[in-house]
């Protein structure tokens, strides 16, 4: 029988907890680039994000990891950000950040789910992606929580994996259907398929067999379907052939740049 969803995050959250000493090895890095006025975000999100200053008060990031991302939504202009994350040693690496650059930003570790109420309505932008969404087990009590941290013409834009992805082999030169996640369809939650169980911090861990990730794909029908659920409208949709990791190493680039690799998605509250 599968564990309740508050079992499954707990022990993802606890297996990105140990994978955040990468994230710690880069802060120095990551503090220099942001203070430069650079940013992390990719080429299609910038198409999505222009002109954060003459929109965007608080822009709060759910499931913020080190916070790099986070941080960037401020060098473009968002005028405070917020970051939330399971993690806490990846609280830790955004609050060090943050205290070093002077940034005006507020760290939460929770759950996503469990997004404290205290933010409620104050968000003018909610921004999430990049490997986010295949670790929470209800779609739809997410969606309730962008709604009710969104404020009234608030908007929520994601750059996430195209959930196409899912089904080919990781390891395959040309696109074959993995053996394991190869139908789009079947909805499953599926533990420790790749990464962060194969990164160095957990695979060097001296209880690293006592880790396990949890994650299912949503389609983009199950994503759509929850956000309008929620009330939300949509301002765009986009897929594109970028890659935001490495995910395919053999496959060439001519056939990685045929099929959707991520996507973008902007909706509002009325
Ligand atoms: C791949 S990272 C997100 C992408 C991020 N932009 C980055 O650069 O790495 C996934 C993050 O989701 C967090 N996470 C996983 N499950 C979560 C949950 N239920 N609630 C909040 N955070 C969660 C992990 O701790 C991790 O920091």
Redesign the pocket.
Known sequence: MQKPETDL?RE??LA??VT?GI?ERDEAKDIALLRGGGN?LLAPEHRFLRDLASWCGRAIH?????G??TLSLWNMGAAEVVG????EK?IGVGRRKSAALGAPAQWYC????HTPHVLDASADLIYT????LP??MDIVAWAGVVVRLLKPGGRIYIFEGHPLDWVWDMQADSYQLSPRTGDYFAGEVVSDRGWPIFSTPIQEHPDKEAFHVHERQWTLGALLNSLVGAGLLLECFEEHPDLFWNQFPHLPAELAGRLPHTFSLLMCKP
């Not at 759910?62 to 080190?66: I, K, P, R, S, V």
């Not at 939330?84 to 993690?87: A, G, L, Q, Y």
Request: some cysteine.
């Open positions: 995050h993802t959250g990105w907890n955040a994230y992390s759910l499931q913020c990891a080190g790099t991302d939330v994350d399971i993690s990846m929770c759950d996503v789910l992606g990049r490997g986010a670790w929470v």
